[in-house]
């Protein structure tokens, strides 16, 4: 009878355990480190399980629009950090990544790691990323945290402390659902700003980012 390793080195033969998502390594949730961090307890709640496509969306915009790279980066509620972790590897910055949830970290250290870099975890509130923090940073960076009418008025307080404090560049990102819209009407009407239809090539990924320069 073959053992668990051979067992595993077959399944990931035909079954990979990685696919690439704008150059970056991400594990499948087959992948074994994916399933060693699940029978440890840690299951993210928040729909912090997933990985959203409006992540590779800002992703390909910063790719495209970039002409500067950022020392530093706030990647709020950042889930498994795709957009942090690609600004750790392609622009060598510093990046907080930063999420409500606890439970998302072993799995932001995990593809961290498949992509030879580090972030910092930070567990927090979009309250609680306050003034001071957000002066010491060039970028704001979040894809898809207004999924809920109640996340409105924490979305667009963050922003708007980041706008005050100085921060060079926002950046959010967002499949187009309702209450992204109500943050973006209110941002752009207090500091102006875009609001910028993008699609990534020709595929189907495609959405609305909130781009504020504020250099």
């Not at 990931?12 to 970056?24: D, R, S, V």
């Not at 990985?51 to 969306?57: K, P, R, T």
């Not at 980066?73 to 957009?83: E, K, N, P, R, T």
């Not at 995990?110 to 972030?119: K, M």
Request: charged share 20%; with cysteine; aromatic share 8%.
């Amino acid at each position: 009878m073959p053992n668990a390793r051979v067992i595993d080195e077959q399944m990931a033969t035909h079954y990979p355990y990685l696919k690439t998502i704008a150059g970056l390594q991400v594990p499948y949730a087959r992948h074994p480190r994916v399933r060693a961090i699940k029978r440890q307890g840690h299951y993210p709640s928040i729909h912090g399980t997933k990985l959203w496509s409006s992540s590779g969306v800002l992703i390909d915009y910063i790719a495209s629009t970039t002409a500067i790279a950022p020392q530093s980066v706030i990647d709020a509620g950042c889930g498994w950090g795709l957009a942090g972790i690609w600004c750790a590897k392609t622009f060598r910055s510093r990046v907080a990544s930063v999420d409500v949830d606890a439970s998302i970290v072993p799995y932001l250290e995990l593809v961290a790691e498949l992509n030879e870099v580090e972030v910092t975890p930070v567990v927090a509130r979009f309250e609680q990323l306050d003034a001071h923090l957000l002066a010491a940073t060039d970028w704001l960076i979040a894809a898809d945290v207004c999924f809920w009418e109640e996340l409105v008025d924490p979305v667009t307080s963050m922003i708007e402390r980041a706008v005050e404090s100085g921060t060079k560049r926002i950046m959010i990102s967002d499949p187009r659902r309702e209450p992204f819209f109500s943050v973006a009407d209110t941002i752009l009407s207090e500091f102006g700003g875009e609001l910028v239809e993008w699609r990534v090539g020709d595929s189907r990924h495609s959405g609305v980012i909130l781009v504020i320069e504020n250099a």
